[in-house]
């Protein structure tokens, strides 16, 4: 059994998605990181960086118990526990983790900060809107591109690296993208958009979704409570 500590963000949707992919029997446990829970001493025992998510599995490579955080690593621990979803060779292996970099150095990070800035910051700071914006929609066109080359992300397979860029590209809307801007990106979409298992992944936790609106979350979330040493 894998327990997952996880909540309703791009993130943890990729694992979400992955394990229903896998179709490993799985527990999921609410962090609610605008009340704090990713503070919690038991959670940074399992993710240090108090960042979700992070697993627990109970049949660890040597049979013993293992956690993980960072979710490109559990992907890659989760597709090489049930041998898929990485590629069958070496090439396919390395093209498959050079696109997970590609967006977990890059699609993550950079649409995050178009998300906080032109949503969640308490001033509309015009010069990060414009930078994280317009680097939102060149990471699209990297995206639109590869994708006019390849069914998917790392060639002709669906991989990993696909499960960790979709639930990024779910809030398009909030990155100031038009979708249809970007053909063979939004066809792609739309594809994993209808797989099963991503259709059950995103649903994960949806019923303790919650907007962050209140000061005391904001604080938690972007002010001063989550640079504090631990």
């Given amino acids: 059994m894998i327990d997952v500590y996880s909540t309703t963000t791009p993130n943890g949707h990729k694992v979400h998605i992955m394990l229903e992919e896998c179709g ?18 038991e959670f940074l025992a399992i993710s240090p960086n108090n960042k979700i998510p992070a697993i627990v599995d109970s049949d660890g490579p040597d049979g013993k ?13 989760l597709a090489s526990k049930v041998n898929k979803f990485l590629g069958t060779n070496d090439r396919e292996k390395f093209t498959t ?8 150095g890059g699609v993550g990070p950079m ?12 001033e509309k700071i015009e010069y990060a809107i414009n930078r ?10 990297v995206i639109d591109k590869r994708l006019s ?22 809030s ?25 298992a991503v259709k059950k992944g995103v649903t994960v936790l949806a019923n303790v979704r919650k907007p962050i609106t209140d000061d005391k979350a904001k604080e938690i979330l972007f002010g001063a409570t989550q640079y504090a040493r631990r």
Wanted: no cysteine; net charge neutral.
């Fill in 24 to 41: 490993l029997p799985y527990r999921v446990h609410h962090i609610d990181i605008g009340a704090g829970d990713q503070f919690k001493p």
């Fill in 65 to 77: 118990p293992m956690s993980l955080f960072e979710s490109g690593a559990i992907l890659v621990y």
């Fill in 97 to 104: 983790l050079q696109w997970l970099m590609f967006q977990m």
């Fill in 111 to 122: 649409l995050g900060q178009a998300h906080h800035f032109r949503i969640y910051a308490p």
């Fill in 132 to 141: 994280y914006t317009n680097e939102a929609k060149r990471l699209y066109g």
């Fill in 149 to 170: 080359q390849s069914r998917y992300l790392a060639g002709d397979s669906y991989t990993i690296a696909d499960i960790a860029t979709f639930p990024w590209l779910r």
């Fill in 172 to 196: 398009w809307k909030n990155q100031g993208i038009e979708l249809s801007d970007y053909r063979h990106l939004h066809k792609w979409f739309d594809e994993i958009a209808e797989r099963e």
